[in-house]
């Protein structure tokens, strides 16, 4: 019974999103919505949510943890598969701008970065909903 409830406010925040927002700005925000209740049906708690460094230089669309392990996830969303999957989207500016997200969070929580795990998980509006959850995507660099 919570899960359709919990889809009809998902669905009604979004509307009233796109008409204050523009449309892919609108449909990311849903899909952090759908991921966060996706990674939370799988046991993970979420710890933060669109986090940003004080510079401004990084963002963190999730983080999670599942027991000792901290979890950074990189949500994508489409409105379709037109363009591909969405998973093909994360560059190497992107993963940048996560790593520096990453390190500031890290530094916060008093975790070291190397014991982070970096995941993706991806978010089309087809019908039914399609979510895929990739781990371990990517490995953090010192040197960022």
């Given at each position: 019974?919570?899960?359709?409830?919990?889809?009809?406010?998902?669905?009604?925040?979004?509307?009233?999103?796109?008409?204050?927002?523009?449309?892919?700005?609108?449909?990311?925000?849903?899909?952090?919505?759908?991921?966060?209740?996706?990674?939370?049906?799988?046991?993970?708690?979420?710890?933060?949510?669109?986090?940003?460094?004080?510079?401004?230089?990084?963002?963190?669309?999730?983080?999670?943890?599942?027991?000792d392990a901290l979890i950074v996830v990189e949500v994508k969303s489409r409105s379709n598969k037109d363009f591909g999957p969405p998973e093909r989207n994360l560059?190497?500016?992107?993963?940048?701008?996560?790593?520096?997200?990453?390190?500031?969070?890290?530094?916060?929580?008093?975790?070291?970065?190397?014991?982070?795990?970096?995941?993706?998980?991806?978010?089309?509006?087809?019908?039914?909903?399609?979510?895929?959850?990739?781990?371990?995507?990517?490995?953090?660099?010192?040197?960022?």
């Amino acid at each position: 019974m919570f899960k359709w409830l919990y889809r009809l406010s998902d669905l009604a925040r979004h509307r009233a999103r796109r008409k204050r927002w523009n449309p892919e700005r609108a449909t990311g925000r849903r899909g952090e919505d759908v991921a966060h209740r996706y990674l939370q049906s799988k046991g993970l708690t979420i710890v933060a949510r669109n986090y940003r460094t004080p510079s401004g230089s990084g963002e963190l669309d999730l983080v999670a943890r599942s027991g000792d392990a901290l979890i950074v996830v990189e949500v994508k969303s489409r409105s379709n598969k037109d363009f591909g999957p969405p998973e093909r989207n994360l560059d190497l500016d992107q993963q940048h701008r996560i790593m520096r997200g990453a390190q500031d969070y890290a530094r916060r929580a008093g975790v070291e970065l190397i014991n982070m795990r970096f995941d993706v998980v991806t978010v089309v509006f087809s019908t039914p909903v399609e979510v895929r959850h990739f781990t371990d995507v990517f490995h953090p660099i010192e040197d960022y």
